[in-house]
């Protein structure tokens, strides 16, 4: 249970890293910040576990990294993905 709650605060807080660094505006919500931020930081666990830095609920400083380059990619995506449909 704490893992849980403990992922989706550290997911809050990657999104918001993540949307602070990523320039312009995006069309994200406080759900979509979180929803990317989790995902990134699943994958900066699975990155820094397969590194041999720690376990994929272990809070370290290179799976953290990790994530938030992945959350703001994942970011890039999703404003593409939005953007697309917006326009057509």
Wanted: proline share 1%; glycine share 18%; charged share 10%.
């Amino acid at each position: 249970m704490f893992n849980l709650i403990g992922l989706l605060v550290v997911g809050l807080i990657i999104g918001a890293l993540a949307r602070l660094i990523k320039p312009g505006r995006q069309a994200l919500g406080v759900a979509g910040t979180l929803g990317l931020g989790v995902v990134g930081a699943l994958i900066g666990g699975v990155v820094a576990s397969l590194l041999g830095t720690g376990d994929i609920f272990e809070l370290n400083i290179l799976g953290f990294i990790v994530a938030v380059i992945a959350a703001v990619a994942l970011i890039g995506v999703a404003e593409n993905t939005v953007g697309k449909r917006h326009h057509v």
